[in-house]
Each structure stands twice: as structure tokens, then as C-alpha cells.
């Protein structure tokens, strides 16, 4: 069931109002990948009423009032993707296209969609009932922040949308606890995963807004205490002042259990664009998640330029078998499909199945990661379960492809000594379209470890190993690495020294090369920012002239004399 976009779906559900009105900044597609979709069913499937406006008009009331106003509160989103991220290229052009807008023209989503949606909201409804924020955009702008597009400190998003509350995380369990708060008159500002603002000191306290504005080492202080306070076991409820008030942040909400995954996957999505909005078109995104199966979430990888293990957590939780399996046989009986899954992973391929069991009873550790700068022992990886999932879902009927699309960690690969070249073997034989991805982001070292990743040498352990399989397989498979120009720490010279390396021990001219994007809440946006390595406090080099960031790129991908 698709929520309802109209007063006409709304009454066809014999209600007579809703509880709940999400307004988002893409196309509504009712699937699994897309947040305010989970958030709707999950609501709905707890006996609340709700509707979804997409990508509303921001000139005229008409797609704003269109569900009248909710009972209990407005859901905001930015979508997917920050709305600066989508609308702006790493060099700040904006975008033309728009992968989550119907017809895939960049005309539908305004800058800052969050705040513009919640101004529009108050406009025309006046003293209305509490906007609530959530999504990535928020999550990741909820304390002061450096904006790369402004290019200044700007306050918690909570402050600059005007809103009442902010649901930071996934939020899966969080709205149904927020929801029932509101419904029974309760205050939601003690549950898990909530954001407010208070005339009170609450929780340790942060740099104030004002301090980070001012100091760049006070900002470091900053994000430091609030990335380390991210993990539902260890972390502690902060707060921050913002002038006269102070932004409260409560703990994290509890990550979803393997059963909880399973239900939210089991609540009936359409996989689809709502028919109200497919009238206009096409969305691009579509081709991606239609008939692809997530099967875990959070990331331990920790890269310093990537927010996921901010957003999602950093402890992986994945679904049972089961419930992938019957995911994969719903999708066998869609009928455009044509006997192809297109992914079988999360924001890493290669994460399910097993994570640290000391980090599941302590939480994440604070005096070291996962997989940098070397795979801690205590993770064990282990592929097998990954396997017989695979296997498994290649013998349903219908069923003539699994392909693996998502990125592989090959770090995992090379330290499963029981099952990685199994699981390696097997994907290159039969789960791969051609290419598989992975991403070093770069090779010289210590532009690497500003990143987060491992030393290059391992890249090549693993290139040698899938070559040998990919011959064996007897088919011509090769894999598309991804790699990253004008990081923090990376010079002219060092993009000089990745285009040899490429060029000699790839063989290759590459092709997916993106200049670093400053997205709120990453380290490597606060070395952008500061200029300094944040864990020595020593300067790092940093790229901000945009020729120059061009430059570096194109260093990397201009093609010279063919390999021989």
C-alpha cells in the first residue's frame, strides 16, 4: 500500500484525518532504501494515520495544504541526500539533474529543503502543531557545523528551521515512541534519539555555538566529543549552547534487532514511484533500488569523509535469511521483473553476517576502529553466511541472477583466512556484471591516512588474488576502483604520484574519480575546514581554489599512451 498523497486516498481509507503529514524533498517511492517511506509504514503499522507530500510547490499553498494539517505533527525531510549535496556539484555548479525527481530535471528541490519546507509549513498554517525534523540532512546538521556552501559555522539545523524537535539516527524505533508521546500528551524530550531545545543545561556540554564560530580548535573539541558520543552503549546525552538556549541531544535510540529488520521489511512496500507523482516522469533512482534487497546497515569502516557511521551507527546489524529470502521471492513475482537482483548488500557489500561481539556488549571503542589502521582481531570476519545467502536466493524460482553491486571491502576479503577467497571466488564467478567496485580513494600514504583507509598494498594483494579468479572463471571481469582528488592533505604532487601508480600498477586510465564534497559531520570536513589533522593537530594541506580542485582530477583521468 502506497501512503496516501491526497485527500482522495485519505477518505478511500474511510480517515478522516491524519495523524501524521511527511513532507520530503524527493519524488514519494515506497521502498525499503527510502527513509521517510520507512517511517510512514512503520507509523501506519502502529495504528497511526499518515500522508506524504513530496517535493512540494514552494510558490503557492496548493501542495502544502493539500492534506489539511495533521493531529500530531509534521515529519520533514530533506530526502536521501543533503539538498546541498544534491543541488551542487563538489565545485558548487549547480546540478541539472536529479536522480529522486520525476523526469530527472533539478527543478523540484530548493536549497536548505529542510528549513525552506518548514517556513512553507508555518506560512500557511499558523500556530500548527510541532515540525518535527529527521532524515540525513538533519541528522547530520544537528549540532553547529561547518557549511562548505556558505562556508561558515552555522547553527544546529534544529535553531535555523525553527522546528520543535529533531529524530537524529535511522529513527525506526524512535517514531513510534515519539508518536505515542505526542498522542497520549506525554514529553517526548526524555526518549532516545531526540533533539530539543531548552532554556536548561542538559548533558555534557559542548562548545558553544558561539566558541565554534570564533576558534577553530574549540570546533575540533566540538565534533570530537560528539563523534565519540554516537554509539547507543557508551554514549551520553550532550548538549550545546546556542546564544540564550541550549541544544539537547539525547542518547542515541537503540540500533533495530535482526527481528525488528525483519518486520519493517515485511510491511507490504510498493517499490515503486506513487502513481500521483510517476504523471511527471521517471525517476532515475528507481533503476538503482527496484529490484534490489538491502541486508544490513551502519558501517564500521569509518572513513573520515564519509557521515554513515554518524547517520546509521557504526555497528552493522543485518536481517535473518528468512527474511531476505522472502523479500527476494516477492520481488521474483513483480511483472517487470525479468529474473535479475541488482544488489544484494548495504553501504558496504560485504558487512553481513558477523560483527565484534565485544562491541555488541560494550559498544564501539574509543581508542581505536574496526578496520584502521589495520582489522582489529577482535571482528573476525566471516563471508559464509554471505555465501549460503547468496546460494540460496539463486535457487528460487524466477530467480536467474544475484548480481553484488555495492562496493566490496577487500580489507574483509584478505583477513577472512577461512572463507574470504570462497566468497571472492564465488562472486566473481557468478555475482558480478562485468565490474566490481571497490574503493581505495587514493594510494599515497599519507593522504590515506587522513582518510582512514588502509596502505595501498593491500589493494594489490587483492587485485592479484581476483585476477587469478577471474581467469579462472574464464571470464573477462575487471574491477572500477574509486578514488577521491583534492582530499584534505592532498597536493598536486600526491594526485602526480596516483596517476604513476595507476598507470603502472593498474593498468589503468581512471574513470570514477569525484573531487572531495565538505559534507557536514565527517572529519575530513574539519580538516577542510581548520586545516589541521584533527587526531594530531599538526596543519595539513588543504585545496580550496576550484581550478585547482579540477586540476588534481584531471591529472587522474586524463588518458595517455595505451597500455601495452
Known amino acids: 500500500?502506497?501512503?496516501?498523497?491526497?485527500?482522495?486516498?485519505?477518505?478511500?481509507?474511510?480517515?478522516?484525518?491524519?495523524?501524521?503529514?511527511?513532507?520530503?524533498?524527493?519524488?514519494?517511492?515506497?521502498?525499503?532504501?527510502?527513509?521517510?517511506?520507512?517511517?510512514?509504514?512503520?507509523?501506519?503499522?502502529?495504528?497511526?494515520?499518515?500522508?506524504i507530500i513530496a517535493q512540494p510547490d514552494m510558490d503557492t499553498k496548493a501542495d502544502i495544504s493539500r492534506l489539511g494539517e495533521p493531529a500530531l505533527f509534521w515529519g520533514v525531510t530533506g530526502g536521501c541526500v543533503d539538498s546541498m549535496v544534491a543541488n551542487y556539484t563538489a565545485l558548487k555548479k549547480r546540478r541539472k539533474k536529479d536522480d529522486y525527481t520525476p523526469g530527472g530535471m533539478n527543478t523540484r528541490r530548493p536549497d536548505r529543503a529542510v528549513i525552506a519546507y518548514s517556513n512553507l509549513i508555518r506560512k500557511y498554517f499558523k500556530k500548527t502543531k510541532p515540525i518535527v525534523l529527521g532524515g540525513i540532512e538533519a541528522s547530520l546538521r544537528r549540532i553547529a557545523h561547518y557549511d562548505f556552501w556558505s562556508n561558515k559555522i552555522r547553527r544546529s539545523l534544529l535553531f535555523d528551521a525553527k522546528a520543535n524537535y529533531l529524530l537524529f539516527g535511522m529513527a525506526h524505533n524512535t517514531i513510534i515512541k515519539f508518536a505515542t508521546a505526542l498522542m497520549e500528551n506525554k514529553n517526548p524530550d526524555v526518549l532516545n534519539g531526540v533533539a530539543f531545545i531548552s532554556k536548561e543545561k542538559k548533558g555534557k556540554e559542548l562548545p558553544s555555538f558561539e566558541a565554534v564560530q570564533k576558534s577553530k580548535d574549540r570546533y575540533i573539541e566540538?565534533?570530537?566529543?560528539?563523534?565519540?558520543?554516537?554509539?547507543?552503549?557508551?554514549?551520553?546525552?550532550?548538549?550545546?549552547?546556542?546564544?540564550?538556549?541550549?541544544?539537547?541531544?539525547?542518547?542515541?535510540?537503540?540500533?533495530?534487532?535482526?527481528?525488528?529488520?525483519?518486520?519493517?521489511?515485511?510491511?507490504?512496500?510498493?517499490?515503486?514511484?506513487?502513481?500521483?507523482?510517476?504523471?511527471?516522469?521517471?525517476?532515475?533512482?528507481?533503476?538503482?533500488?527496484?529490484?534490489?534487497?538491502?541486508?544490513?546497515?551502519?558501517?564500521?569502516?569509518?572513513?573520515?569523509?564519509?557521515?554513515?557511521?554518524?547517520?546509521?551507527?557504526?555497528?552493522?546489524?543485518?536481517?535473518?535469511?528468512?527474511?531476505?529470502?522472502?523479500?527476494?521471492?516477492?520481488?521474483?513475482?513483480?511483472?517487470?521483473?525479468?529474473?535479475?537482483?541488482?544488489?544484494?548488500?548495504?553501504?558496504t557489500a560485504n558487512m553481513y553476517g558477523f560483527e565484534c561481539k565485544k562491541k555488541l556488549k560494550k559498544g564501539a571503542c574509543l581508542d581505536k576502529r574496526c578496520l584502521f589502521p589495520e582489522p582489529c582481531k577482535s571482528l573476525a570476519p566471516d563471508h559464509s553466511k554471505q555465501i549460503k545467502l547468496i546460494?540460496?536466493?539463486?535457487?528460487?524460482?524466477?530467480?536467474?541472477?544475484?548480481?553484488?553491486?555495492?562496493?566490496?571491502?577487500?580489507?574483509?576479503?584478505?583477513?577472512?583466512?577461512?572463507?574470504?577467497?570462497?566468497?571472492?571466488?564465488?562472486?566473481?564467478?557468478?555475482?558480478?556484471?562485468?565490474?566490481?567496485?571497490?574503493?581505495?580513494?587514493h594510494a599515497i600514504p599519507h593522504v590515506l591516512r587522513l582518510m582512514g583507509k588502509q596502505h595501498i598494498d593491500l589493494l594489490l594483494k587483492f587485485k592479484n588474488k581476483f585476477d587469478t579468479l577471474s581467469k579462472k572463471s574464464?571470464?573477462?571481469?575487471?574491477?572500477?576502483?574509486y578514488l577521491i582528488a583534492a582530499h584534505p592533505g592532498c597536493s598536486m604532487k600526491d594526485m602526480d604520484a596516483l596517476k604513476k601508480f595507476t598507470t603502472q600498477k593498474l593498468k589503468i586510465t581512471p574513470e570514477q574519480v569525484q573531487i572531495f564534497t565538505p559534507s557536514p559531520s565527517t572529519y575530513s570536513t574539519l580538516m577542510y575546514y581548520t586545516g589541521l589533522d584533527p587526531f594530531s593537530m599538526t596543519p595539513v594541506f588543504v585545496e580550496k581554489n576550484p581550478k585547482n580542485k579540477e586540476k588534481q582530477k584531471t591529472i587522474v583521468t586524463k588518458k595517455r599512451t595505451p597500455f601495452k
Not at 574464464?474 to 576502483?481: A, D, H, M
Request: charged share 25%.
Open 1 to 51: 500500500m502506497f501512503l496516501p498523497t491526497t485527500m482522495k486516498e485519505v477518505k478511500r481509507l474511510n480517515w478522516s484525518r491524519l495523524d501524521v503529514i511527511l513532507v520530503t524533498g524527493d519524488a514519494y517511492i515506497d521502498s525499503q532504501f527510502i527513509g521517510v517511506a520507512i517511517i510512514g509504514k512503520v507509523l501506519v503499522n502502529n495504528g497511526f494515520r499518515v500522508g
Open 391 to 441: 546460494q540460496k536466493i539463486e535457487r528460487l524460482p524466477g530467480i536467474k541472477k544475484v548480481f553484488i553491486s555495492s562496493g566490496i571491502r577487500y580489507d574483509l576479503v584478505l583477513n577472512d583466512k577461512k572463507n574470504g577467497t570462497a566468497y571472492l571466488e564465488k562472486i566473481v564467478r557468478d555475482n558480478v556484471s562485468g565490474q566490481m567496485k571497490v574503493a581505495p580513494e
Open 222 to 347: 566540538s565534533f570530537r566529543i560528539f563523534y565519540e558520543n554516537n554509539d547507543p552503549i557508551t554514549a551520553q546525552r550532550l548538549c550545546q549552547r546556542h546564544n540564550d538556549r541550549y541544544l539537547v541531544l539525547n542518547k542515541p535510540s537503540p540500533y533495530s534487532t535482526t527481528e525488528e529488520l525483519d518486520h519493517i521489511h515485511s510491511l507490504g512496500f510498493e517499490r515503486d514511484l506513487h502513481p500521483f507523482y510517476k504523471k511527471s516522469g521517471t525517476v532515475r533512482a528507481l533503476d538503482t533500488i527496484r529490484f534490489s534487497i538491502p541486508i544490513h546497515y551502519g558501517c564500521y569502516g569509518e572513513c573520515n569523509f564519509c557521515a554513515i557511521s554518524v547517520h546509521q551507527g557504526q555497528t552493522v546489524r543485518y536481517r535473518s535469511e528468512d527474511s531476505i529470502v522472502s523479500e527476494a521471492k516477492t520481488i521474483s513475482h513483480l511483472e517487470d521483473f525479468k529474473g535479475y537482483i541488482t544488489d544484494l548488500g548495504g553501504p
Open 474 to 481: 574464464g571470464k573477462k571481469e575487471v574491477l572500477t576502483y
